[in-house]
């Protein structure tokens, strides 16, 4: 699609978001696929496949190949249009690629000598699992970022910005929660950073709402009656009119920044129906953008599962979600009545720059005790993509392992006794 260049570095230069339906970008999604085409064959990106049409629901999904990844080498893009779709998809695929190939200078020490000449994060707030190797006194590999909330610059633990799994493992590795959590791109930097910030501060939501009880949980369902976002009302009536019953979740933290948890399964118990229950999740500052991201990222996970080019799926993972007994356990969750919490309750925000964005999202970390936002910048000039990977102490990764350690925000969401008995 033929787009004025001029308009276009205008809005990057100001980061003005030009684009807000479904998510909030600073040029429509056909922009972004034209800009960033010329350099998926030098990427390696073979394919861009369109895999809406394998699942009855019609939420635009697709597939991005990458035969040769250092990673994994099919991601997936959803969104509202099937060029948001791709543009999700596309961009996935490409910052997976930069994080495989860091260039950067590194350094090999331990945390004691580092510490004495080099700012450096605070280690012991990272996401770690119990298996962790880490020692003070041993050395590891540590890259420069950015610390957006103190300014100047900060180390990080390589382990916690590179995917390159082709390799043996480097001395040090096998200290921190190794996933793609917290690495974005975007058509502007500042568009990366807010991105990277809205994923590690879901998945840290996430996180801490699995700690509720069952019936704290319920309390924060939403009554999908409430929801006047047109975008998202399309999108739960698609899931309605295919026959899958949708249940949505305020995950929202004490940072105050709207996010959300959303299952879908089945309606009727069919004897040849193998598609799994899935979820999804989103996060943004505006709630409509999040609960868009969360249905979206469900349609999504479903189409995952149904198409099975996933090289990051075992087998036994297709087993346990096939289990009949999940299946129905899920579904008594999902149709157990209408939510009781209002969406226009949930707390948003709006504003004309993704700059703005960023500022209310580094706030928000301030007023709840986070001190550190470091930012590895890994855009490459010979691309001039934007791709960054935000390294945050404190908030709390996926806790999918059952090795996670649970850092000081998951422990204080267990109360006094649970924390003592840790």
Not at 46 to 73: C, E, F, K, Q, Y
Not at 380 to 408: C, H, N, Q, T, W
Request: hydrophobic share 40%.
């Amino acid at each position: 699609m033929p787009f004025d260049l001029l308009d276009v570095r205008t809005a990057i230069a100001d980061a003005v978001k030009a684009h807000t339906v479904g998510t909030h970008r600073v040029m429509a999604p056909e922009q972004t696929l034209a800009r960033v085409a010329p350099f998926l064959p030098i990427m390696g990106i073979t394919r861009v496949a369109n895999v809406t049409g394998l699942d009855s629901v019609g939420i635009p999904v697709v597939m991005v190949t990458r035969p040769n990844s250092r990673s994994i080498s099919v991601s997936q893009g959803k969104g509202v249009t099937l060029a948001a779709a791709k543009a999700s998809g596309v961009m996935e695929s490409i910052e997976s690629y930069h994080a495989e190939r860091i260039t950067l200078p590194l350094k090999f020490a331990s945390f004691e000598e580092m510490r004495w000449t080099h700012p450096v994060v605070d280690v012991g707030r990272l996401p770690r699992l119990a298996t962790s190797a880490y020692s003070p006194h041993s050395p590891i590999l540590w890259i420069e970022g950015e610390d957006l909330l103190n300014g100047g610059r900060k180390w990080v633990p390589f382990e916690t910005v590179h995917l390159n799994f082709t390799v043996a493992m480097a001395p040090g590795q096998g200290c921190f929660l190794p996933s793609s959590n917290g690495l974005a791109s975007g058509n502007h930097r500042t568009e990366a950073i807010s991105h990277a910030l809205t994923e590690l501060i879901e998945r840290d939501a996430t996180t801490l709402w699995r700690l509720f009880g069952a019936s704290a949980q319920e309390d924060t369902r939403i009554d999908l009656d409430s929801v006047d976002d047109p975008v998202c009302r399309s999108l739960i009536d698609r899931f309605d009119a295919a026959g899958v019953e949708v249940g949505v979740w305020e995950i929202t933290s004490d940072l105050g920044l709207p996010a959300f948890l959303c299952r879908i399964v089945e309606r009727e118990d069919l004897p040849q129906q193998s598609v799994r229950p899935a979820s999804g999740m989103g996060c943004h500052v505006a709630r409509e953008i999040a609960l868009s991201r969360a249905l979206t990222e469900a349609a999504q996970s479903r189409l995952t599962f149904i198409a099975g080019a996933r090289d990051d799926m075992p087998r036994a993972e297709y087993d346990r979600h096939l289990d009949p007994a999940r299946h129905a356990q899920w579904k008594a969750r999902i149709t157990a009545g209408a939510g009781r919490r209002n969406f226009a309750g949930c707390p948003t925000s709006f504003a004309p720059t993704i700059e703005a964005d960023l500022e209310h999202q580094l706030a928000r970390l301030r007023a709840c005790g986070i001190d550190e936002a470091v930012m590895v910048d890994l855009t490459k000039p010979e691309f001039g993509i934007p791709v960054v990977r935000m390294v945050v102490p404190g908030l709390e990764g996926l806790d999918e392992s059952p090795d996670y350690l649970l850092g000081a925000r998951g422990q204080r969401a267990l109360g006094p006794t649970m924390e003592k008995a840790a």
